[in-house]
Nanobody, 129 residues
Framework: EVQLQASGGGLVQAGGSLRLSCLAS????????TGWFRQVPGKEREGVSC????????YYADSVKGRFTIAIDKTKNTVYLQMNSLRFEDTAVYYC??????????????????????WGQGTQVTVSS
């Protein structure tokens, strides 16, 4: 069973960058579909970006396309979310999550939170305007 530990959040000005890391332990990260989700108080958890193994399909929410990049480093058993050109509306608690398996194509459905069985703790991202 995989355990996930998220880190890298913080306070940044609008237009700045952050890189979130999700370290997996107890299993090989490449045996799982992994994703980043975010949530603000009073709103549903949103799938931000998901990836099926290091060389597999990726999904990005429309709101982050062209600004965020998800990647897996198998040597470090870590999933990264590089976030550039951050906006005030990116402010949220970010979670990494995983489910065992793989997907063949990038569709919205594979970045839906109910699919994910394993969750890390959240990391706060705050973007000041």
């Amino acid at each position: 069973e995989v355990q996930l530990q998220a880190s890298g959040g913080g306070l940044v000005q609008a237009g700045g960058s952050l890189r979130l890391s999700c370290l997996a332990s107890g299993a090989h990260i490449d045996d799982y579909v992994t994703g980043w989700f975010r949530q603000v108080p009073g709103k549903e958890r949103e799938g931000v970006s998901c990836i099926s193994r290091a060389d597999g399909p990726t999904y990005y929410a429309d709101s982050v396309k062209g600004r965020f990049t998800i990647a897996i480093d198998k040597t470090k058993n870590t999933v990264y979310l590089q976030m550039n050109s951050l906006r005030f509306e990116d402010t949220a608690v970010y979670y990494c999550a995983a489910f065992r398996g793989s997907v063949a194509t990038a569709t919205t459905t594979f970045c839906n939170s109910p699919l994910y069985d394993y969750w890390g703790q959240g990391t706060q991202v705050t973007v000041s305007s």
